[in-house]
C-alpha cells in the first residue's frame, strides 16, 4: 500500500501492524477496513483547499504522531470517578469506552425488555453478527468522508444498540466515553439499531481526563426504523487540547422521529459531521446544538439533512457563544430531493460574540431540487444589546452579572427542548459554570 | 430626597436638559410634564444612568449622595428605580429569574440574606394581584411578546416587588387603556409613603385622575419653567402647550 495523502504515513504503520495481529475480524469486516484505509491513504488528512474544511485548519492534528488506543495502557479508574463524569444516574443502562476500549468493568448492563442488546461491538460481531454486518459502516459516508475512513480501517470495538421493533425504554442509554491518555488515539464506533416503533434515549458523553493532546475519532450510525422515535443526545467535554472529531449519520426510515441535541464545551478543535438522511416518507427531524467557547476553541458543524423522499419535515436549531478568540464555523446544508415535494425543512443559526477576538463563519446551503416545498433558513450573530445590559443593571445587577444572565437567555432556547431531567440540570450546571456564577438565576421557571 | 441643581444632559453632542433644577421631597409624587421633545425622557433617563446620556454639568443629589457617580446598579440597589418608556425585551431570560436576580442582587447589597426561589416566587405572586397579571407571566421571557399594556404593567410589577425609596415613571401611562391606567396608577398609590418619592413623567393629565400629585412641573426645552400644584395639570390639559411658549417665549 502506498501513501498518497498528507499525514497518513504512521496510520498505515499501525493498520499493517493490526492486520497482523491476533485480531480475527471476520472477512467482510477485514475486506471493509482494508477498503476504507485505501480510502484514507489515499486522500489524507483534508487541508484548507478542500471546500468542506476551508475554515477548519487540519495542520496540527495531521502533524502529531497519536498512538492508538491499544498500543497504550488506560489509567485504571475508580467507580467514583466514572460515575462522576456520567450524566445520568447508575439506574441508567450504561457502557463505558476508556480511550475508546470498552470498559466492561464500569459498564452496567441492566436487562433491557423485550430482547433489547446493549453490547460492546467486538460482542455483537457475534452474538448479532447478521445485523453488524447489514448497518457496520453502510450509512457513515466513509468513502466521502476521511475521518469515518479513519474509524472504518481501524474498527475494532465499540457501541452496540439494537432496540427491536414495539420496545419502549423509558430510561436513557448512556454511553460514557473517556479520555485519559495524552497522546492517545481513540476511535470510538457506534452503532444504533432502533426497530419499528421502539422509542427510547441515546446519550454519548465524552469526557477528558487529560489536558495533554489527544484524537478522539468517534463515529456514530444511527438507523430509526419505520415508526421509531429516538431521541440523541450528544455532550461533550473533552480536555482543552484534545481533537474531537465527530461523524454522526441517522438513517430515518418511514415516519420516524429523530432528534439530536449536541452540547459542545471542551476540545481544542471540535469538528461534527452530522447527516440526517429521510429514506421515508413522514419522517420528523429535529437537530439542535448549542456550544460554549473560549480561549483559542475552534467548533465546526457541518450538518446535511438529506430529504430524499416526499412529506419529510425538519428543524435544526444551533447557538454558539463565543469568547477569548474562540472560533465558529456553521455549514448547514439542506438538500431538497426532486421527488422530495411537501418537504418542510427550517434552519436557524446564531452567535453569540463576546469578544472582538472571535470570528465566526456561517453558510447555509440550500439545494432544493423540488418545487412544493417549504424551506426557512436565517443565521445571526452579534454581540449582546447595550440596551439590555443598561435594563439590567437598572434594576441592580452589575455589568458582569447582566451579561451572564443576557447569555444564559441566549442559549436557553436550545436548553428548553431538553426534557430529560439529569441532561437539562447538568446543563443548566455546566452553563453556569461556564458562564460563571450567577447570583439568583438558577432553576427558576 | 433628590435634588438637582443647574443639570444639562446631553445625547450624542446634542444638549437636551439644560440648566434644570427640581427638588423632591420624600413622600411627595411629582409630576413633570412636557410637550413631546422637551426632555422629559432623557431626564429619567440621566437619573437612571444610562451610559449614552452624558451628563455635561449641574450636580444631583439622592439621599444626600453624589447620584451622578454612581453607576447604574449602585442607584438601582440605593431603591432608584426607572419604569422604562419603552421597557426592553429579554428572550431567553424568564421573568422570575430575572426578578429573583434583581431581588437578590439589592438584598445583597443591603447586607440582607439571599432569597431562595420559593421565597421570591411567594412575593412575585403576591405582587402579581397587584397589577392582574396571570402567574404565567412569571414564567414568560422579559417583555418578550408582550403587549404594550403588559409591558407597562410589568414594569408596575417590577416597581412593586423592588420597593424603590424613588420611582421615576417614564410616560408609564401612555399607550394604555382605561383598565389598564387604572392598574397602573394603583401600583403608584399603593408605593406611596411618607418615606418614598415618585416622579410620574407624563405628557397627559390624564393619569392625575388617579394619582394625585403634590407638585406639577412643566419641562419645556429641557428646564422646568413652571411649578404649581396639581391645578396646573387640568391647566395644561385644558389649554395645551402653547400657551407656556408663549410665556417662555415673553420672559425670554
Request: charged content about 25%; hydrophobic content about 40%; some cysteine.
Amino acid at each position: 500500500m502506498t501513501s498518497i495523502g498528507a499525514g497518513t504515513d504512521r496510520y498505515l504503520a499501525e493498520f499493517e501492524s493490526l492486520e497482523r495481529g491476533a485480531d480475527r475480524a471476520p472477512a467482510w469486516l477485514a475486506a471493509l477496513r482494508r477498503e476504507a484505509m485505501a480510502r484514507f491513504a489515499e486522500r489524507g488528512f483534508p487541508t484548507t483547499r478542500d471546500e468542506d474544511w476551508r475554515y477548519t485548519n487540519l495542520g496540527p492534528l495531521a502533524a502529531t504522531p497519536f498512538r492508538a488506543a491499544g498500543a497504550v495502557a488506560s489509567l485504571n479508574l475508580s467507580s467514583e470517578t466514572v460515575d462522576r463524569a456520567a450524566i445520568g444516574p447508575s439506574a441508567w443502562p450504561r457502557l463505558v469506552f476508556v480511550d475508546g476500549r470498552y470498559a466492561p468493568e464500569h459498564s452496567s448492563r441492566q436487562r433491557l425488555p423485550g430482547g433489547a442488546c446493549l453490547s460492546s461491538l467486538a460482542e455483537a460481531m457475534t452474538t448479532d453478527p447478521e445485523l453488524v454486518q447489514r448497518h457496520l459502516a453502510r450509512h457513515a459516508h466513509w468513502d466521502a468522508d476521511v475521518f469515518a475512513a479513519l474509524s472504518t480501517a481501524f474498527v475494532q470495538d465499540g457501541a452496540f444498540l439494537h432496540i427491536p421493533a414495539e420496545t419502549a425504554i423509558t430510561a436513557p442509554i448512556e454511553l460514557l466515553l473517556l479520555t485519559t491518555v495524552p497522546g492517545a488515539l481513540a476511535q470510538p464506533r457506534i452503532l444504533v439499531v432502533a426497530g419499528p416503533h421502539s422509542r427510547f434515549t441515546v446519550v454519548e458523553r465524552y469526557v477528558g481526563l487529560t489536558d495533554d493532546m489527544c484524537f478522539v475519532n468517534a463515529v456514530t450510525e444511527m438507523v430509526v426504523g419505520p415508526g421509531a422515535s429516538v431521541d440523541h443526545y450528544v455532550l461533550q467535554e473533552q480536555g482543552a487540547s484534545t481533537f474531537h472529531m465527530t461523524t454522526i449519520h441517522a438513517a430515518l426510515e418511514r415516519d420516524s422521529a429523530f432528534s439530536t441535541c449536541e452540547a459542545t464545551f471542551g476540545a481544542r478543535l471540535a469538528r461534527t459531521t452530522l447527516t440526517v438522511r429521510f429514506g421515508g416518507e413522514g419522517g420528523r427531524g429535529s437537530l439542535a446544538g448549542l456550544y460554549v467557547t473560549s480561549g483559542r476553541q475552534h467548533v465546526d458543524h457541518h450538518v446535511t439533512v438529506d430529504h430524499a423522499v416526499p412529506r419529510c419535515s425538519s428543524r435544526q436549531l444551533y447557538k454558539g457563544v463565543l469568547d477569548g478568540s474562540a472560533r465558529a464555523v456553521f455549514n448547514g446544508r439542506v438538500i431538497v430531493r426532486p421527488d422530495a415535494q411537501k418537504t418542510d425543512a427550517s434552519q436557524t443559526n446564531k452567535h453569540l460574540l463576546l469578544s472582538d477576538g472571535v470570528e465566526v463563519d456561517s453558510k447555509p446551503q440550500l439545494e432544493i431540487f423540488a418545487d412544493d416545498v417549504k424551506c426557512t433558513h436565517g443565521a445571526a450573530e452579534g454581540q449582546l444589546a447595550p440596551e439590555a445590559i443598561f435594563y439590567l443593571r437598572s434594576r441592580g445587577l452589575d455589568d458582569t452579572a447582566a451579561r451572564r444572565l443576557l447569555t444564559l437567555g441566549f442559549v436557553r432556547e436550545v436548553v428548553d427542548r431538553i426534557t430529560v431531567e439529569p441532561i437539562r440540570s447538568y446543563l443548566d450546571r455546566t452553563l453556569e459554570a461556564r458562564l460563571g456564577t450567577e447570583r439568583g438565576s438558577k432553576e427558576m421557571p | 430626597m433628590l435634588s438637582i441643581r443647574d443639570l444639562s444632559v446631553g445625547v450624542e453632542g446634542k444638549t437636551i436638559v439644560r440648566h434644570l433644577n427640581l427638588e423632591v421631597r420624600a413622600g411627595e409624587v411629582d409630576a413633570v410634564m412636557g410637550p413631546n421633545g422637551s426632555g422629559k425622557s432623557t431626564l429619567a433617563q440621566a437619573l437612571a444612568g444610562h451610559p449614552a446620556y452624558a451628563v455635561t454639568g449641574g450636580e444631583v443629589t439622592y439621599l444626600g449622595r453624589d447620584l451622578l457617580a454612581m453607576s447604574p446598579e449602585d442607584r438601582a440597589r440605593a431603591g432608584l428605580f426607572l419604569a422604562f418608556q419603552y421597557p426592553i425585551e429579554i428572550p431567553g431570560v424568564s421573568n422570575a429569574a430575572f426578578l429573583k436576580a434583581a431581588i437578590n442582587e439589592q438584598r445583597a447589597a443591603r447586607g440582607l440574606d439571599e432569597l431562595d426561589a420559593m421565597d421570591v416566587l411567594e412575593r412575585l405572586e403576591q405582587k402579581l394581584q397587584l397589577v392582574e397579571m396571570d402567574k404565567s407571566f412569571l414564567s414568560r421571557p422579559v417583555n418578550e411578546g408582550f403587549s404594550g399594556g403588559e409591558k407597562k404593567r410589568n414594569e408596575i410589577l417590577q416597581m412593586a416587588v423592588l420597593e424603590p425609596t424613588l420611582a421615576i415613571l417614564d410616560e408609564t401611562d401612555s399607550g394604555l387603556d382605561i383598565d389598564a391606567l387604572k392598574i397602573v396608577a394603583q401600583g403608584v398609590n399603593r408605593l406611596r409613603r411618607p418615606d418614598n418619592a415618585i416622579i410620574l413623567v407624563t405628557h397627559y393629565q390624564r393619569i392625575l385622575q388617579y394619582v394625585e400629585p403634590d407638585h406639577v412641573h412643566v419641562l419645556f426645552d429641557g428646564r422646568i419653567v413652571k411649578s404649581a400644584g396639581k391645578e396646573l395639570a387640568l391647566e395644561l390639559e385644558r389649554r395645551g402647550y402653547d400657551w407656556i411658549r408663549d410665556e417662555v417665549g415673553a420672559v425670554a
